[in-house]
């Protein structure tokens, strides 16, 4: 990521003024969103006036004024003489999938929560959870969350994943696996599209009671049940062994769910799991092997979610502190591949 060491104090002074005022900024655009005056700016690109948007958007001409004033600051929307256009920044807004998905996971997932995210550092514990319900982590309770919060973090999680699961299935297949163990299989997107490209494997999803629930139901509508299986299991149960007898085992945006301590132990556990022909592979988006800095900044700010929200003691990984983790639970890093879908690395490990 660029050096803003060179920055002047100026303009320093600037970009401290936008974080001041980033929640307000945030939620003038998500009214926007919701109003529809983006994508009415987006179909007219000669411009509207201010009474034409009022007119269109049913909103009333001091609630566009608030609106626009506040996105003209922040260049989401220019002025030329009595008409509002869309600006570049307000053309990613509207257009760019993987913004409007970040969008509604920070508003509907996130925004609440995170006013504790100074209480859930102190005690390492999700605080802002509290804004659904009185539990410890987020993941038992992904089918019970409010509609749009459910909408918006399935879209999130599924939306970065799913650009890499074509990428990483190609590369699976050369491993010739017969039998793969998909752990925080999750819904079973994954254990679906490669049974569905692979009819000589066979997966097996573990993961929490709750979350095979969610996955057995989309199994049976894709009618694969006789292609995957289940090993319903608490992976911080450290007590239980995860099963033997797997050529691949496959981890897919999962081992950054817990913290530091957790995560090498299920590792070892995975170790202790696999023989010499077996091989373990991690998708994640590592943040400083992306392409584009706008794919790194939205990595590294999902981490407080994780904190304030999901289960207050882990992150998002950088490439060295993953490869950290694996080599202290006595695995060995063989390769690893970048740039697969939009975001992600998949590293593949031996004993």
Known sequence: MENKNTMSALDAQLEAQKIAFAPVIFQVV???????????????????TLEDIANKSGVSSYGIKILLESAYSASVVLKNEDKYVLGKIGYFLENDKMIKVNMDFNHFVNYKGLYDLDKSIKEE??????????????????DTLPSEAKRAWFNFDHYYSDTAFGDAIKRLKTFNPKKILDIGGNTGKFSIRFAQNSEDTHVTILDLPEQVTMAKNNIEK???EDRIDFHPLDILNHDKPIPKGFDII???????????????KILTRV????????????????????????????????????????NGCS???????????????????????????????MVKCKI
């Open 30 to 48: 998500q009214a926007m969103r919701k109003f529809g005056i983006l994508t009415l700016l987006d179909r007219h690109k000669e411009g509207l």
């Open 222 to 224: 894709s009618k694969l």
């Open 125 to 142: 514990k999700a605080v802002g959870l509290q804004v659904f319900g009185n539990w410890d982590t987020i993941y038992p309770y992904l």
């Open 315 to 345: 992150k998002m990984f950088n490439s060295w502190d993953l490869f950290d983790y694996i080599a202290k639970a006595g695995l060995t890093v063989e390769e690893s591949f970048d740039n697969l879908g939009s975001t992600h690395t």
């Open 250 to 264: 496959w981890m897919s945006q999962f081992i950054d769910c817990f913290s530091e301590t957790d995560a090498i």
């Open 271 to 310: 170790r202790e799991s696999m023989d010499e022909n077996s091989r373990l592979c991690i998708l994640e988006p590592l943040w400083d092997k992306q392409r584009f800095e706008a794919s790194s900044y939205a990595i590294i700010n999902t981490s407080p979610y994780f904190t304030a929200m999901a």
